[in-house]
């Protein structure tokens, strides 16, 4: 007999980064929009700012870095992972904040983590044990806050998986 269930995400939208209640979380922000500057892409001219937030308070930027090769580029989040675990080992990875260059509509939902990016957030929870916090910001600068992937990547395969 067939069976149907329902998933379901879910996200808050803040008007403003000062909405945020963590003040870490609003610098992280802002370091994500300054690391957009450090974006290489002459090729998609899409430019990616991310930052993440260490449970030690630091902060680690990153931005995308692409190449003449087109798969050898590396989108910002992923940069600014693995960036921060060398920088600082001993932390752990608590929120991680992203802008793009996506040219949006009033209202129109940002660019959210690309599929790759969002297994590496998983991984990033596995580490941890604990829910990893994803900010978006759109072109107004509202922060769009996801608490956890499982949020947009239902169902992903972990450590466990290969038991
Ligand atoms: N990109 C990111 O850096 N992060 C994402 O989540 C989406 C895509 C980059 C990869 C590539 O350099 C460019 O954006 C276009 O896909």
């Known amino acids: 007999m067939k069976k149907t269930i329902?998933?379901?995400?879910?996200?808050?939208?803040?008007?403003?980064?000062?909405?945020?209640?963590?003040?870490?979380?609003?610098?992280?922000?802002?370091?994500?929009?300054?690391?957009?500057?450090?974006?290489?892409?002459?090729?998609?001219?899409?430019t990616v700012g991310a930052s993440v937030l260490m449970s030690g308070g630091q902060i680690v930027m990153g931005s995308n870095q692409e190449n003449a090769v087109y798969p050898l580029g590396l989108c910002a989040e992923r940069v600014a992972i693995f960036a921060a675990h060398n920088i600082h080992p001993d932390s752990r990875i608590r929120s991680i904040a992203l802008t793009t260059s996506a040219d949006l509509e009033d209202g129109e939902a940002p660019v959210f983590p690309c599929g790759s990016c969002r297994q590496v957030l998983v991984e990033e929870e596995y580490r941890t044990?604990?829910?990893?916090?994803?900010?978006?910001?759109?072109?107004?600068?509202?922060?769009?806050?996801?608490?956890?992937?499982?949020?947009?990547?239902?169902?992903?395969?972990n450590k466990d998986s290969l038991d």
């Open 6 to 46: 329902q998933f379901a995400g879910q996200l808050s939208i803040y008007d403003a980064i000062e909405e945020l209640v963590d003040e870490r979380e609003q610098a992280l922000c802002y370091k994500a929009i300054s690391a957009q500057d450090r974006a290489y892409a002459p090729y998609s001219r899409f």
């Open 129 to 157: 044990g604990e829910e990893i916090r994803i900010l978006v910001l759109d072109t107004q600068r509202r922060v769009y806050v996801v608490e956890g992937i499982n949020n947009i990547l239902p169902f992903a395969m």
